[in-house]
């Protein structure tokens, strides 16, 4: 049996601390990494955010407490919005296509395929391929920037979908 602590987050998506009530000694109103306020719910609903993983396990006669760190989640487990940080890294991707050379067409293709891949959902492999062959044909700069602004919210099939060595 496990459970789930609640996870502390700061709006653009930096972890403070998974186990916020197990270890609140971790807890900070702001992050240090960017100044951005900490929360520790849903905007959308007000769902705690699942945080790291909870069990009990026995060594021996003694009983003890593993605290499993998890990553930062994309969506909310419970009303399935983006959370802030979430929405925060496609807006920036999608403002950064606007500014590419590319047609208009292509463009919304893109789009399309950077808000595909950060579900994990069996759709990314198509948006995966669509995303490698129009970012190529933008440049290697644009792959780059590309890579920099959505890495954190990318799923984890994604990224292995359009960057298989990595
Ligand atoms: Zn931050
Ligand atoms: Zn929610």
Same mark, same amino acid.
């Given at each position: ?35 951005? $306020?900490?929360? /520790?719910? &849903?905007?959308? @609903? =007000? ?5 790291? +993983? %909870? ?15 998890? $990553?930062?989640? /994309?969506? &909310?487990?419970? @009303? =399935? ?5 979430? +929405? %925060? ?78």
């Amino acid at each position: 049996m496990s459970t789930h602590d609640i996870a502390l987050i700061c709006a653009n998506g930096h972890l403070i601390n998974s186990a916020s009530t197990n270890k609140p000694e971790y807890n900070t109103d702001f992050c240090q990494e960017c100044g951005a $306020k900490t929360s /520790n719910r &849903c905007e959308s @609903c =007000g769902a705690d955010i699942q945080g790291a +993983e %909870i069990s009990f396990h026995d060594f021996g006669n003694r009983r003890r407490k593993v605290i499993l760190e998890s $990553k930062v989640p /994309n969506y &909310c487990h419970k @009303c =399935g919005m983006p959370y802030p940080w979430t +929405e %925060i890294a496609i807006q920036a991707a999608l403002e950064y296509v606007d500014e590419l050379e590319l047609a208009e067409d292509e463009k919304i293709e893109l789009k399309q395929s950077v808000r595909e891949l950060t579900k994990n959902t069996p759709a990314i492999q198509v948006a995966a391929l669509r995303f490698k062959r129009i970012t190529m044909k933008a440049g290697s700069t644009t792959a780059s920037a590309m890579r920099d602004i959505l890495v954190e919210v990318l799923s984890e099939a994604a990224k292995k979908a359009i960057w298989p060595t990595s």
